[in-house]
Nanobody
Framework: EVHLVESGGGLVQPGGSLRLSCAAS????????MSWVRQAPGKGPEWVSA????????YYADSVKGRFTVARDNAKNTAYLQMNSLKPEDTAIYYC??????????WGQGTQVTVFT
């Protein structure tokens, strides 16, 4: 069974940084795009970023472009989201996601990021 586990969330002041990790197992990690999606309190899911299977192509939502960096280490079956210059509006639960060619759409349990003044 595909397993995604996020970690690295926490409390941080505006302007601070956090690095999220997504540890993957039970599928050929290096074959698939990995995405990050967040959900703020009382709001719907917001796509944040994605990275191609080899890591050479990255995508960002306008709201995080220039502040967040997505990366992956296929040898470690792990994806990362480096978040800098955090703002209160970045407060959300952050999820990693992958969709396999079987059509399976997999999500982790999420990690909470809270940016407070």
């Amino acid at each position: 069974e595909v397993h995604l586990v996020e970690s690295g969330g926490g409390l941080v002041q505006p302007g601070g940084s956090l690095r999220l990790s997504c540890a993957a197992s039970e599928f050929t990690f290096g074959t698939y795009v990995m995405s990050w999606v967040r959900q703020a309190p009382g709001k719907g899911p917001e796509w944040v970023s994605a990275i191609s299977s080899g890591g050479g192509i990255t995508y960002y939502a306008d709201s995080v472009k220039g502040r967040f960096t997505v990366a992956r280490d296929n040898a470690k079956n792990t994806a990362y989201l480096q978040m800098n210059s955090l703002k209160p509006e970045d407060t959300a639960i952050y999820y990693c996601n992958t969709v396999l060619d079987t059509g399976g759409d997999y999500w982790g349990q999420g990690t909470q990021v809270t940016v407070f003044t």
